[in-house]
């Protein structure tokens, strides 16, 4: 099964800053050992809202609003994708991610086809 | 370049473990992923299940902490992604207006950080050299 592990924005990444070296290196030592382990799928970091944009849908029109979004208190600042064997697998190894200051990671299952009412899976061609 | 077309879906935050989508809007969907794969933008995409079967770890002093889903005060949640390779934000947002959401369903659209954005210094930090 693959879990999402989702990353607040905080600690600068919405102003573009750059984390300190050390934690750097530590997110780099991390990343090596889930790589090693065989779990990491992929690791990824977002640019600041600034430079995004939401699309909201509505009455068959779009409107586009162009970032920062200051008033979400839900934005993102990256994440990890991690192919474990089960929750408890992806559990711990977030509990080693090198972060402190009451960060909350989110961690959320990966929809598999196999996970989905078989009218859907044909609706998709599977 | 690439981007991250964020979908916020209206009241996912409050949905069940059982949730799945209307199958009307899931063959859409499938016809706006392969026009994508078709133009060769598409990198990966992924659905993912609700806050109600999902956890945070919460990193303060000491071991860090699990605190189980549906989290009372989250108001805009994640239901999925799509990951594009595209030249421009403009192509980016093109691609996510033509997506077929639901009345109130927002997406995110945020661009993803390239190693080579960062500093030579910070490049090998992140690859564990010192």
Do not use: C
């Not at chain 1, 008033?71 to 408890?88: R, T």
């Amino acid at each position: 099964m693959r879990f999402m592990a989702i990353v607040p924005a905080g600690g600068g990444s919405e102003e573009g800053k750059l984390p300190p070296p050390e934690l750097f290196a530590a997110m780099g030592r991390f990343n090596g050992a889930m790589a090693k382990a065989g779990v990491l799928m992929s690791a990824e970091g977002l640019a600041p809202s600034a430079r995004g944009a939401r699309i909201r849908y509505e009455g068959g029109t779009t409107t586009v609003r162009d970032g920062p979004f200051t008033e979400s208190k839900e934005l993102i600042a990256g994440f990890w994708i991690l192919q474990v064997k089960s929750k408890d697998e992806a559990v711990a190894w977030l509990r080693q991610a090198p972060f402190g200051g009451g960060v909350e990671v989110e961690l959320r299952e990966i929809q598999e086809m196999d996970d989905l009412p078989p009218e859907i899976r044909k609706a998709v061609g599977r | 370049m690439r981007f991250m077309m964020l979908v916020i879906p209206k009241g996912y935050e409050k949905a069940g473990a059982g949730f799945a989508p209307p199958v009307e809007l899931v063959a859409r969907m499938a016809k706006f992923n392969e026009s994508l794969t078709k133009a060769g933008v598409l990198l990966a995409l992924d659905g993912l299940h609700p806050p109600a079967v999902s956890q945070r770890v919460v990193f303060g002093g000491g071991r860090p902490k699990v605190v189980d889903g549906p989290f009372a005060e989250a108001r805009e949640v994640i239901g999925g992604y799509w990951m594009i390779q595209v030249k421009s934000r403009e192509e980016a947002l093109e691609w996510a207006r033509r997506a077929p959401m639901l009345d109130g369903d927002q997406i995110e659209v945020r661009q993803v950080q390239e190693m080579s954005d960062f500093p030579p210094e910070v490049q090998q930090a992140a690859r564990g050299g010192s």
